[in-house]
């Protein structure tokens, strides 16, 4: 792999300073099957109109997700599936940490 530039290592931690946000993983996996309204993603999430709507913005300025319109409704997909790659890798190594924690704890207990 070649070298970063500085400009690209800026634009690699962004992005992953938006996906450092719980809502917006939450909002992510709430799209990871399929197209959702706003207001699908605000019951899916059990987050306002207001927070959801914000933290679209940033997904959507990032690439992340992509928009449509019809009507006075907007509809949100995941535009880089390739997240999910990234969240998976992440999550996996969650669930291991937190299955040795759980182990330790059981054998201390």
């Given at each position: ?69 019809e ?26 940490r ?7 704890l059981?054998?201390?207990?």
């Amino acid at each position: 792999m070649a070298r970063m530039t500085p400009e690209l290592t800026d634009i690699v931690a962004e992005r992953f300073r938006a996906l450092g946000e719980p809502m917006r993983i939450r909002i992510l996996d709430a799209l990871r099957h399929r197209e959702r309204s706003v207001s699908d993603l605000v019951a899916a999430t059990r987050a306002t109109q207001a927070n959801v709507s914000k933290h679209l913005t940033v997904l959507h300025g990032l690439g992340f997700v992509a928009r449509r319109k019809e009507g006075t409704h907007a509809f949100y997909r995941v535009a880089d599936p390739d997240v999910f790659k990234l969240c998976d890798l992440v999550c996996g190594g969650a669930r291991e940490r937190v299955r040795r924690q759980q182990q330790v704890l059981r054998a201390a207990g």
